[in-house]
């Protein structure tokens, strides 16, 4: 939506120094649904689009397809703070909207009706607070980076197979989202296994018995631990990720992607930066 002004709404449950906390941004339209008004809006234009978010601005949004996520993450913000309430070490969402103060309200009020800006208030068609943050990272090009996939673009599988054998013992690259797993992980090293509100899973089309090997050596090296691998061996991803049933899956692949949202499972493309 095209309107000059910003709104940024700070969704924290404290304040937190920035070098410490985990900051996901995550726009309007994700969290809330908005197609509606985003329908008036381009049929109508910006005025129409304004008078009715302030008619409305007491009516409460539905859940968008990041809400489960953003719902999860200032879950785990609490049950860190109930063993220290000093922590700093946190998730600090902010959501991001390009409309007008005026017409923000509906927003800012619908953060408020869910508890997303300080406290949280589960809905019944939403995932149960017991529920962990449940993370689903892809492997090549997401997690790790993409020298074997550039190899296999040029070689093929069996070139792929082969240059994996002789870097076994060599670890991986670091792929564009190999950061935000390392911040989960020190989030999830607060808690024992048993208790963690956050679970992480790989699931990669590499073959596990090819391919593998280095996948996990890799994650050994970083000090990455992840609760559960899949080496899908290029099979699709879809069943195991209904099987998961994550609050967000992160992927290079379009394919992918289709088939994570053909079963409902949130997902992020993350486009090749190389």
Same mark, same amino acid.
Not at 23 to 31: E, F, N, P, Q, S
């Given at each position: 939506?095209?309107?000059?002004?910003?709104?940024?709404?700070?969704?924290?449950?404290?304040?937190?120094?920035?070098? #410490?906390?985990?900051?996901?941004?995550?726009?309007?339209?994700?969290?809330?649904?908005?197609?509606? #008004?985003?329908?008036?809006?381009? #049929?109508?234009?910006?005025?129409?689009?304004?008078?009715?978010?302030?008619?409305?601005?007491?009516?409460?949004?539905?859940?968008?397809?990041?809400?489960?996520?953003?719902?999860?993450?200032?879950?785990?913000?609490?049950?860190?703070?109930?063993?220290?309430?000093?922590?700093?070490?946190?998730?600090?969402?902010?959501?991001?909207?390009?409309?007008?103060?005026?017409?923000?309200?509906?927003?800012?009020?619908?953060?408020?009706?869910?508890?997303?800006?300080?406290?949280?208030?589960?809905?019944?068609?939403?995932?149960?607070?017991?529920?962990?943050?449940?993370?689903?990272?892809?492997?090549?090009?997401?997690?790790?980076?993409?020298?074997?996939?550039?190899?296999?673009?040029?070689?093929?599988?069996?070139?792929?197979?082969?240059?994996?054998?002789?870097?076994?013992?060599?670890?991986?690259? #670091?792929?564009?989202?190999?950061?935000?797993?390392?911040?989960?992980?020190?989030?999830?090293?607060?808690?024992?296994?048993?208790?963690?509100?956050?679970?992480?899973?790989?699931?990669?089309?590499?073959?596990?018995?090819?391919?593998?090997?280095?996948?996990?050596?890799?994650?050994?090296?970083?000090?990455?631990?992840?609760?559960?691998?899949?080496?899908?061996?290029?099979?699709?991803?879809?069943?195991?990720?209904?099987?998961?049933?994550?609050?967000?899956?992160?992927?290079?692949?379009?394919?992918?992607?289709?088939?994570?949202?053909?079963?409902?499972?949130?997902?992020?493309?993350?486009?090749?930066?190389?």
């Amino acid at each position: 939506m095209a309107e000059p002004e910003s709104t940024v709404i700070n969704t924290d449950v404290k304040q937190k120094d920035p070098s #410490e906390a985990l900051v996901i941004a995550v726009t309007t339209r994700a969290i809330f649904n908005l197609e509606e #008004e985003h329908k008036l809006y381009l #049929e109508k234009g910006k005025e129409e689009y304004a008078r009715h978010q302030q008619a409305n601005q007491d009516k409460p949004l539905p859940p968008g397809t990041a809400f489960a996520f953003i719902q999860a993450a200032q879950y785990v913000n609490e049950k860190i703070l109930e063993s220290n309430l000093a922590e700093k070490d946190l998730f600090d969402i902010l959501v991001l909207s390009n409309n007008s103060p005026e017409s923000g309200v509906r927003i800012i009020n619908s953060a408020k009706h869910y508890g997303v800006s300080a406290a949280l208030v589960f809905q019944q068609e939403v995932q149960a607070p017991s529920t962990p943050l449940r993370v689903v990272f892809d492997g090549d090009a997401v997690l790790f980076s993409d020298e074997t996939d550039q190899v296999f673009q040029e070689q093929g599988l069996e070139g792929a197979v082969r240059y994996e054998r002789a870097m076994e013992a060599v670890p991986m690259g #670091e792929g564009p989202l190999k950061a935000f797993a390392m911040h989960l992980g020190k989030i999830r090293k607060k808690f024992s296994q048993e208790k963690s509100p956050i679970r992480t899973y790989l699931v990669t089309a590499r073959s596990g018995r090819d391919m593998g090997v280095r996948a996990i050596k890799t994650l050994q090296e970083w000090g990455l631990a992840i609760d559960e691998a899949f080496f899908m061996d290029g099979a699709p991803k879809g069943p195991i990720l209904a099987q998961i049933q994550p609050h967000i899956f992160f992927d290079d692949g379009l394919h992918n992607i289709q088939g994570a949202q053909d079963v409902g499972v949130p997902s992020a493309w993350v486009p090749s930066c190389y």
